[in-house]
């Protein structure tokens, strides 16, 4: 192979990469919106921190609620952090 392919390939393989790094990460505040598995994993330390257990099945829905409750309720002041 020359040259000249090798630095055409490089070029064009250095704009895709330039290209895939420069696209912004979208933050969408559609709840149906995928998820990766950081948010996923984030979503459930932040649901186990506010009191939720998944192995409590006899009070299921009622701590599941209890806990989607807090968690609205630091989201509307703006804490959402895992503390």
């Known amino acids: ?4 392919p ?3 390939i490089g070029a064009l393989a250095l ?4 290209s895939a790094l420069a696209q912004p990460q979208a933050q ?6 995928p998820k990766t598995r950081a948010q ?3 979503e459930f330390l932040l649901w186990r921190s506010v009191g939720y ?3 409590d099945w006899l ?16 989201q509307a ?6 503390q």
């Not at 192979?1 to 000249?4: D, G, H, L, P, Q």
């Not at 704009?15 to 330039?18: E, F, P, S």
């Not at 002041?77 to 895992?82: A, E, H, I, L, M």
Request: glycine share 2%; charged share 20%.
């Open 1 to 4: 192979m020359s040259s000249i």
């Open 6 to 8: 090798r630095l055409i």
């Open 15 to 18: 704009c895709c990469a330039a």
């Open 28 to 33: 969408t505040s559609d709840p149906n919106a």
């Open 40 to 42: 996923v994993r984030q």
């Open 53 to 55: 257990d998944p192995n």
């Open 59 to 74: 009070n299921y829905p009622d701590n599941a609620i209890r806990a989607s409750r807090i968690i609205a309720q630091r």
């Open 77 to 82: 002041r703006g804490q959402t952090t895992v």
